[in-house]
């Protein structure tokens, strides 16, 4: 697509390959990447009967100049629809855009729904331009007026020494890359300037924002010439906006992600096919026994249909 040093795959057999980010080994894939009839067999060992496919983001491809990326964007898009398609309705594609230049953004989202994607999943950050940056705002604007659920997945952390042992940069990086976006739409005023309609979604939780959703608060009323930002309102207001996954692995985290973010706010999510992810999907929620049946009922479908627009 142009320029050198892309990511590439390094085929080991049939079934297994691995992505490099030049000769680095950057993780291990096998063929439920590429093959519907290895995810579906997967689906059923788990119970899950509707999964969403999304783009891997180590392929967004945001530091390159637009037009790679949107050349990027396309192969990767109009693929997913080759393998979605291969499961029978029980895959769900999202797409990927170029975000760095929100023209191009807005309209491979447009052909992309016009093709048969239902969503769209983004970075959570276009090098030091956060999810208030005005052109992400205008793309996120178009999602809500065509009704194109968001996915956000932290990518792209900082590394160094401290980082770069014990998957630290997965392990405690994602986490605060999420709480720093969903805080940028809210003291960035987006949610106060972007129509309600708009569903987006933050994986793993929404990092470490439910825990400390108190602190945030606490600082919005005590140092607010210095927090509060464009924002209109406390940040524990705005938590009916948006919504995040449930992929939080303890029972008690999840209680809490409950508590802060409301029922109908939580979705069940996998990670799926990663090492990170969860098997069998949903096992935190079927541990949960706090929740009632109809609780339980929204957290593993409801919620998660709804936001698909289903």
């Not at 945001?62 to 393998?83: E, S």
């Amino acid at each position: 697509c142009g320029g050198s040093g892309w990511p590439w795959l390094r085929i080991d057999s049939e079934r297994a390959a691995m992505i490099m980010v030049g000769e680095t080994e950057f993780r291990p894939v096998g063929a439920e990447c590429w093959d519907a009839s290895t995810r579906l067999a997967d689906m059923d060992a788990d119970a899950v009967d509707v999964q969403v496919v999304s783009p891997t983001p180590v392929f967004f491809s945001y530091d390159r100049p637009a037009d790679q990326a949107a050349k990027v964007a396309r192969i990767f898009n109009d693929l997913t629809l080759q393998v979605t398609a291969a499961g029978g309705g029980r895959l769900v594609p999202f797409c990927q855009v170029p975000l760095q230049d929100p023209d191009l953004a807005c309209a491979e989202l447009d052909r992309c729904l016009a093709a048969g994607h239902v969503g769209v999943e983004i970075g959570n950050h276009v090098g030091d331009r956060d999810l208030d940056d005005a052109g992400i705002v205008q793309f996120l604007t178009h999602c809500a007026q065509v009704g194109a659920p968001v996915f956000v997945h932290p990518w792209d952390m900082p590394g160094g020494p401290r980082l770069d042992r014990w998957m630290a940069r997965w392990l405690t990086g994602m986490p605060a890359e999420t709480h720093l976006s969903v805080l940028a739409l809210i003291l960035g005023g987006v949610f106060d300037r972007v129509p309600d309609t708009l569903r987006i979604c933050f994986a793993h939780g929404g990092g470490s924002f439910p825990f400390w959703l108190g602190r945030a608060d606490n600082a919005w009323h005590r140092r607010g010439d210095l927090v509060r930002g464009a924002s209109t309102a406390p940040p524990s207001t705005y938590v009916d906006r948006f919504c995040v996954d449930s992929v939080v692995f303890d029972p008690a985290a999840l209680r809490l992600l409950v508590d802060t973010m409301g029922e109908d706010r939580v979705l069940v999510g996998s990670d799926y096919p990663y090492p990170l992810g969860e098997r069998p999907v949903g096992q935190v929620v079927h541990r949960a026994d706090f929740l009632t049946a109809e609780q339980r009922q929204k957290l593993l479908s409801g919620n998660a249909l709804r936001f698909l627009g289903r």
